[in-house]
């Protein structure tokens, strides 16, 4: 029996090494998100932290700026959904048959 425990615990502690780098590339991946034909453009980094922001000078309208506001919006919305879903993916791997809603 307390063979078993010890192969656990070994089994567990490579599961959360591979899960720590699985997080680790996670964070070192950059994210693209477009927005009105490519006018505005956002990257955000795996950690969720936008890095760059650009926006095409033709869309650049002080009559409508609330136009910009949304194009900003979608586009930093839609990255942030693509990390989300690339975390999902890759930390769900670890959590297969496992009931622990929120952990990611």
């Known amino acids: 029996m307390k063979g078993n425990m010890n ?15 699985a997080q680790d590339e996670l964070h070192e991946m950059t994210f693209e998100a477009t927005a009105g034909g490519g006018m505005v453009t956002v990257k955000a980094s795996g950690k969720k932290e936008i890095i760059d922001v650009e926006i095409k000078e033709e869309v650049v ?3 409508d700026i609330d136009m910009l506001q949304d194009l900003i919006l979608a586009a930093t919305n839609d990255v942030l959904n693509q990390i989300d ?10 959590t ?9």
């Open 7 to 21: 192969n656990m615990m070994k089994q567990m502690q490579k599961m959360q090494k591979k899960m720590m780098q």
């Open 61 to 63: 309208d002080p009559d």
């Open 85 to 94: 879903e690339k975390t999902n993916d890759t930390m769900g791997q670890f």
């Open 96 to 104: 297969k048959g496992m009931n622990m809603p929120g952990m990611f």
